[in-house]
Every structure is written in C-alpha cells, then in structure tokens.
C-alpha cells in the first residue's frame, strides 16, 4: 500500500511485517522513532508473540538480542552513532556466534566533537566485525532491504545491518509502497535456527577457542560473507519477482554504459548524485553512477566489471579514515587493482554536512579534466582550518579546538549555510 | 527439598552427615539422581570453591526445575575452565557471549523463552565478582529493575582470578591482589571502598536476594530451590574462596569459607522484595583473625610484628555485619 | 520541482507543516519528500524545514537552497537569519502575520517581487480563534495553497485533519480555510489593483 510516511516509520511498518519475535529498544538520534514506533506497534498488538524490551545501553541492546537470537526468537534492534560504539564488542560477539540479527544503523556521525547528524562513521567502524552490511538509498529501499536483511540473516545463520542515512531518510517524509502481510509471509519463512539453547539437546555455545581452531572459525565468517556474494542477489531477484520492484542486490549502475567518469558513493547520496549526473549528462558530459548496496560482503567483482571500462572514478564517501583517507575507496582501488583506471576520493558530508549538486557538478568536472588530488575534501572550509592551525602554533594551551572553530565562523555567521545551523 | 535442624555435625566444619538423613532429605549433591551439570573433567584448580558452588547450585536449580535450566555464563574462570574447545563440562544448555553482558544476554534468553514457549524451561545467568560487581553491573542493574525472569548468581572470590588476581570491586580491604600489592604504607587493597551487590540488588525491590557459602551447602541448595520457585529477577550471592588468589590450601576451601562465614564477614541472609527474611544466626562467633590468618593475601597483617590496627579495622566491619544484619544468636 | 522552505521555531510545529504539505501532494497523485533541517531544536530555537513537490519520483537529497517558495511562520526570525536566501523575485512568500510588508520593513526588499506572490496571513490569531492555541502551522498551510496554487485545498485540508485527529484536525483544517480565502481575496484585490 502506498503511503506517505517518515522514514522511519516506513521502516518499523517493513520490521513489523517481518514478525520480529524479540525487540530490543534504547534510544538514540536518529533511529529512535523506529523503534518507538516499534513500541507502540506491539503494545496495540498489531505485533503479536513479540517481547519489546527497554533496555539500559546499547550494550544491553545487542546482548539482549543475542540472547534471544541464541534461544530462537528473530530478534531486532537499532541503533547509530556512539551507540554502536558503544555495542561494539556485542558487533563482534554476534557475528562470531552466528546470530541472525538484523539491526538498524541510522547513520549518524561519531564524537567528539559530539555531532547527531549525518555521515557513515558509525556503521563503517564497525565494516570489519562479520556482519553484512547493507545500505539503502531510499526509504522504499530501506523499507524492502529489512525484509531481505532477515531472510539474509537467517539463511546464512549471520547478523546484517541496514544502514540508513540518518535523519536525511530517517526523519524524511516519502512515498512509501509498505507491502502486504501475505506477500512478506510469502517471502520470509519461520525462523529455523541452526543452533539453539534448547533443554531437550543441550549444547555449549560460545566456549573458548585457542590458536588450533580459532583461525579455522574466522575463516568460516569469511567464507559466509562469500556465499552471501551470491545469495544477496538472488534475493534482490526473488524479491523483484514477488514485490514487483528493485531493492537491494550487490551494486546497482547508473547511465554508466559509455560513461567515462564513474561516480561511486552509498546510501542516499546516490539520489543527489544521480540529479547532477542527469544534468551533466544533458551538457553532453560521459557521465554515470555506481551505487554500493552491499558494502559487506564487498562485491570486489562487480565493481570491477562495473567500472574497470571507465576513464577514471570518484569515489564520494561520507566517512574518513582519519591519517589515511577514504575507506570505500579502498575496496573500491583493490577492485580495480591491476587496471589503469585513477581512483580519487571525495570525502563529503561529514557530520551532515549539507552535499549540494552544485558541488557535486564541480567536483565531477573537476574530475573530468584530472584536476583532483587523489584525497579531495568537498566543501571543507579551508580558510577556517588554515586560522585554526595558525592559532594553534602561536600558544601552547590553544584550548579545545571545536569551540574556537565555532567562535571563528560566528564572526562570520553570515556564511553559515542554513542547513547546518 | 524441606530443611530440617539436623543435630550430628562434625568437628569444625558443622557438615551435616547426608548418610544418615532418609533419602529425600539429603542434600541435592548427595542424592544419587544429581544431574552434575557441571561435570567433572574441567580444568578447575585444586579446592576451586567456584567450581563447588557452581556444581551446587545448579544441580539444585536443575531439581527445582524437572532440569529445565538453561545458563548463560559471563567471561572467567568459571567458563574458561568448563569449556575448553572442543571440549565442555557443561550437560545443559549454556552459551557464554562477553564479560560484562551475561545479565542481558540471559534477559534475551528468558524474552525468547516466553515468545516461544520455551518447554518450561528457566534461565540463570552466573559469573563471577569481576563480571557481576564490575563490569557487568550496568546489565545486572537494567536486568533487575525489568524484573526479568532470570537468576543471577554470582560466584564471589573477591579479585579478578581469570586474569591473574586483580582488585574487583569486591576485593575487601587489606587484601593483596595483583594490583593491589602488599607494599608501601597502606599494603593491600583500600578501606571505605567496594560494593555490597546483594544490597544493591535489595534496592531494586527485586522479589529474592540471597547470600550462600560453599561453606553451608545445604543452604545454599535450599536457596536456590526458593529462587527457582519464584519468577521475575531473582539474585544469589555465593561466597567461593579461591585456593590461587587467596593464598590458601586446596583443602582449606570449605574451611575458610565457614570461617568467614562465622566470623560475621560474609554474613548469609535471604531478602524477598527488598526486606531481609531470614539471616543465618552465627552459632560459634569467631574472631576475624582464625579466617586472615589461613591467607597468604593478608600474611602483610601478621608475622613478627603483626598489623593489629588493620585486623582490629577488619574486626570492626564484622562486628557491624553482625549488627546490621543481627547475626548474633539470641 | 517545486521546492518550499518553512522557517519558524521548535513547537509552532513547522516540521509537520512540511510533513502535511507532503502528504497533500501525495493526495494528489503527486511524488513529494518532507525533511527537517535536522536538529536536535528546543522550544522555541529557530527552525527550517523543507519540503518538494514534484510530478515524477524526487531523487535529490541536499536541503532546498533555492526554494520556490517561502513560509515564514514566525516574523520574528526577520532579524535573526537570513530567511530568503536563495529565493528569487519569481518566488513565493508567505509570512505569519498581522502587519503589511511595509509595516514589517520589507518594502523595499519585496519590490522586484510579483505581488501577487508575496501575503501576510494573521496565521497565528486565526489558530488562537479556531483552536485556541497559537499554533500557525495549518492555517500558513491554507495560505500557502491560495498563493502557490500548488495544491488543492481540499488535499492541504485532508492532510491537516490527519494529522490533527477530530475536533483540533477540524478546528485547525477552519483556521486553514479562512486563510485561503483571505489569501484568495488579497490577491484578487492585488490583481484588480494592478
């Protein structure tokens, strides 16, 4: 049924359809109206045999849903930001159990200095701890990506995050086709654990395992991350098929056919990109986009194939391995490795940021004529960091950086773009 | 299990004779039908009180239970001596997920259990002081205030032993640990700090709190009976001297467990809804200084010169313990 | 596309105002996307929020720089920010009050303005007069529709009475109407004037 709904509400409605058995709820900006509207959903009882439990921390979010995963409940929760840094040894912990949890990240940035808005830090901190990781670039996308997450979860027996942009889709209001209970039943069966805290068969779950098998067990994350390479778009296929539209799958391109310049970025970006693209195109620019969906398991191949004919590539991402530069670009160099074509990277929108097309436009001519730097920064205010470096060498006690930056652009307020007040 | 005042008991350790009891009045681990949930086999060390408690009271909590227990187990001793991949001493369901998370874990456990039915089955979660008073003490307290259907029991020996015995919030004062050394002016652990968790549990208004001793097994299966017969958090605070981090016989274990148990250092009570119930009245006061001595943590307190000043201020805790919690017998 | 900015302060309910403008043009078979400028905004902080209305499926996601359209809640954000940054004479604005352009001290500013484009609507007397709260969303959004032509006012009046459920959605949907006929009438007047 079409609606026109927050995204985050879009989402919970999508959750909700999957028959989540286990809920587990601890606010944080931006992903809290999920599961508030989660909360409210199970106590009308339009949620039925679901538990929705208040927990203390994000810790106990993700313990709580381990717990209950380990014992055969399909299990839910969301959280962003510091919260997932917070749960950071639960990240882990699930991936290596095996437990099909689905969580919500709604990108948010990470402190200090403390900031809710959006970037991916968050969910890219945590790229490396085995789960997969899925990112939408629409609220239908984030809506259909959670009824694949589960079924993606539970067939490989391996936790998957959704990652959605915080705020610029969460707080959204979109049109929204929320799908039927029959066909989500359709697609997604009953939960059917592979290990299960069960009295009748006991069995020991998550025993210490030393250097003769340990190695041997992350290799098994490893190879569940490749069968998802395979899986992932079957799913994507299966879900055309019973949804009667797009969601999901590895990668997804864009008027890239005879492109010369290949945009690559994730999430809700892609939207902004795909209007400069369209634009340039219509100026006679060779101009496409690669949109990441899976940017774990990382489809090294498909990026390969879908950019090793390019020109060259630009790589726009909304996270910043601070000391070395982009982390997509990475992936996305180590899938072109061997071939010629020149990978710079843009790092945007850190800390929400605003990424308008008009800079989109200039970067991506820019890149057209070779004119970037490997490590490009979009709209950073250089001036504002020059005079802070400069202040900081004049005095040793220079104080927190942050608050004389604030100072510094409050006597310029008139340069604030409206966005970012 | 019904308690009854049995009158032999031996010299010294007041350990009633089973042998003479009729069959269903003997204690869980004399009966023939304990399940050894905890089997034997692991890697505990000799005299290991953990190992003790834990095989009591979960073969206890497995009768209560028609043995429908499942166990989810912080990071420590405890789990890393009972599940040595590939193999495990564990005959239940039992899962270990992280250090500080074991109450939450077992929360999700006892959500899953009531969506799906669960075949009756009831969850504890159990770690020792480091993963209970520590840094598993911001789940414990959220699992408690949601009342969640979970025993908790912490196996309480007073330091971090895992790691090499190191300070925890239950580490009393005076002791040497490994970070707490028996050097400079003040040897040993910090007076006026540490926890009272039991306490801190009774604050939650939580329907059972319990305190237990390897020393007073009979108790302590009678404890957690009581505890498996009650739903919503329940929490039980088992005193396990540990040979290694103490510096003591492998043989002394139950010995100096009763000592602190009668020296008003450990007192044993029961609390339902946050009011204490029942306390274990000390028979035989003994002065503190019968349980520091049979410890190498607090051979800094004795020798040629001994610390009176020091045992006189662990003395003084006792005594307050026997006041607050009126353990002196009438 | 036609873009809108709506400019006001935390609790006079300017995110929902973008938030039933969107579900208006949903009404209508139309493709839209409602967002706020993403704060953890207080009473009474200033605060924008935006909305598109577009006929095929809105992709972009960047804040609206260049709205077609301005709503201004609260005059009294005149002096604090930059309000019509980004709008060109061609546009729209409509502003919550009960004093002229001139009064306002916009005269000079509203001259390149078409001025059949540009209305105060007393939003905030209207809501206190329907709902009895100086809430001046719904009736802006009324104003909003006379001036923009955008969106029916039977589509603004549906979204209002679903997002305010019973007496308050019909209370507020009244306050609405009377603005869209004030508005209607004001242009008029200007269009005869003219």
């Known amino acids: 049924m079409l609606k ?45 045999h679901c ?29 962003a930001s510091q919260g997932i840094l917070f749960m950071a040894e639960a990240v882990y912990n699930a991936a290596g159990l095996g437990l099909p949890i689905v969580m919500t990240i709604g990108n948010r940035a990470i402190g200090a200095p403390i900031n809710i808005w959006n970037d991916h830090s968050d969910s890219m901190s945590m790229r490396d701890a085995g ?16 009824i694949q997450a589960f079924r993606l979860a539970e067939e490989l027996s391996c936790p998957v995050m959704v990652c959605v942009d915080g705020f610029i889709l969460t707080h959204a209001y979109d049109r929204v086709d929320i799908p039927t209970q029959q066909q989500v039943d359709a697609y997604l069966p009953r939960f059917e654990p592979v290990q299960i805290l ?30 998802a390479l395979d899986l992932i778009p079957r799913l994507a296929d299966e879900f055309r098929q019973k949804f009667g539209r797009d969601a999901g799958g590895l990668i997804r391109s864009y008027r890239c056919d005879d492109a010369e310049t290949i945009v690559v970025a994730l999430g809700s970006l892609v939207g902004t990109i795909k209007d400069a693209v369209d634009g340039m195109r219509e100026a006679g620019h060779r101009i496409g986009v690669v949109s990441i969906c899976s940017f774990r398991p990382f489809p090294l191949a498909a990026v390969r194939a879908a950019l090793v004919r390019a020109k060259r590539v630009v790589v726009v991402e909304k996270c910043f391995a601070v000391g070395i530069g982009g982390i997509v670009s990475d992936g996305v160099r180590k899938a072109l490795a061997g071939s010629q074509v020149p990978t710079y990277t843009a790092i945007a929108g850190l800390g929400g940021r605003p990424v308008t097309q008009k800079s989109l ?61 | 299990m019904t308690q009854q005042p049995v009158k032999f008991y031996q010299t010294g350790t007041f350990t009633v004779g089973n042998r003479l009891l009729p069959g269903d009045e003997r204690a869980v681990q004399a009966n023939m039908r304990r399940t050894n949930s905890l089997n034997s086999g692991h890697r505990a060390c000799q005299g290991c009180g953990e190992a003790l408690g834990a095989r009591y009271a979960i073969d206890a909590a497995m009768q209560a239970t028609g ?19 590939p193999e495990t001493s564990w005959q239940i369901p039992w899962m270990h997920s992280l250090f500080g998370n074991a109450a939450a874990v ?107 001793s390897v020393a007073n097994l009979r108790d302590l299966e009678a404890k957690v009976t009581r505890a498996m017969g009650v739903s919503g958090a329940r929490y039980i605070h088992i005193h396990v001297p540990c040979p290694l981090g103490w510096g003591s016989q492998p043989a002394d274990t139950i010995k100096i467990a009763r000592l602190a148990v009668e020296s008003g250092l450990f007192p044993l009570f029961e609390a339902v809804d946050g009011e204490v119930t029942a306390r274990y009245q000390l028979r035989r006061r003994v002065p503190v200084e019968d349980y520091l001595r049979l410890q190498r943590r607090f051979a800094h307190l004795f020798g040629a010169t001994p610390d009176t000043q020091t045992i006189a201020a662990i003395q003084a805790m006792a005594d307050r313990n026997v006041r607050t919690f009126g353990l002196e017998a009438a | 596309m036609f873009q809108v900015r709506i400019h006001g302060r935390g609790g006079q309910g300017v995110v929902s105002a973008a938030e039933m403008l969107s579900i208006a043009a949903f009404d209508e078979g139309r493709f839209a996307q409602a967002f706020p400028s993403f704060g953890s905004e207080r009473m009474g902080a200033p605060v924008t929020a935006f909305c598109r209305i577009d006929d095929r499926e809105i992709r972009t996601r960047e804040p609206v720089n260049e709205p077609d359209a301005l709503i201004v809640q609260d005059p009294t954000l005149l002096h604090q920010i930059d309000l019509f940054s980004g709008l060109s004479p061609a546009g729209y604005i409509l502003i919550n009050s009960t004093r002229s352009f001139d009064e306002l001290g916009l005269g000079d500013f509203l001259r390149g303005f078409n001025h059949r484009n540009v209305c105060t609507v007393p939003a905030t007397e209207l809501a206190l007069k329907y709902v009895g709260r100086p809430l001046p969303n719904a009736a802006l959004l009324g104003g909003f529709a006379a001036i923009s032509g955008q969106l029916h006012f039977e589509s603004v009046a549906r979204a209002i009475e679903g997002k305010f459920s019973g007496k308050v959605g019909q209370a507020n949907a009244a306050a609405a109407r009377e603005a869209y006929e004030a508005v209607l009438a004001a242009r008029t007047a200007e269009t005869a004037h003219a």
Request: charged share 20%; hydrophobic share 40%.
């Open chain 1, 4 to 48: 026109q709904i927050e995204g985050s509400r879009a989402i919970a409605e999508a959750v909700a359809l999957c028959r989540p058995e286990v809920i587990c709820a601890y606010p944080i900006t931006p992903q809290t109206h999920i599961v508030e509207a989660l909360g409210e959903m199970v106590k009308k009882e339009e949620i039925e």
């Open chain 1, 51 to 79: 538990e929705f439990i208040n927990v203390e921390s994000e810790f106990a979010a993700l313990s709580v849903a381990i717990g209950s995963s380990a014992a055969g409940a399909r299990s839910y929760t969301a959280t």
């Open chain 1, 131 to 146: 789960w997969i990781q899925l990112f939408a670039e629409t609220n239908q996308e984030a809506a259909d990506l959670h």
């Open chain 1, 198 to 227: 069960d009295v009748d068969e006991p069995v020991s779950i998550g025993a210490m395992v030393g250097p003769d098998a340990f190695f041997e067990v992350r290799y098994l994350q490893h190879h569940k991350q490749l069968m």
């Open chain 1, 361 to 421: 436009v200039g970067l991506f001519e820019s890149a057209q004529g070779d004119a970037l730097e490997q490590l490009n920064f979009l709209d950073l205010k250089r001036d504002v960091v020059e005079r802070e470096i400069a202040r900081g060498r004049k005095q040793r006690r220079a104080g927190p950086s942050a608050e004389a930056i604030l100072r510094d652009l409050r006597a310029l307020r008139s340069g604030i773009p409206l966005g970012a007040a």
């Open chain 2, 67 to 85: 043995n429908r227990v499942i166990a989810i187990n912080a990071t420590g001793c405890l789990e890393v001596f009972s599940t040595p991949y």
């Open chain 2, 106 to 212: 077992a929360a999700g456990v006892a959500a899953a259990l009531r969506i799906k039915g669960g075949k009756g089955a009831k969850v504890i979660a159990q770690g020792g002081d480091g993963g209970t008073t520590d840094i598993g003490f911001g789940c414990l307290s959220g699992m408690f205030e949601r009342n969640d259907d979970v025993l908790y029991i912490c196996y309480d020996n007073e330091a971090y032993m895992n790691t090499g015995v190191q300070r925890s919030s239950a580490t009393p004062p005076a002791a040497r640990t490994a970070t707490t050394m028996s050097v400079g002016r003040h040897p040993g652990n910090v007076f006026g700090t540490g926890k009272n968790v039991p306490l801190i549990a009774m604050a939650h208004h939580i329907p059972y709190v319990a305190t237990a």
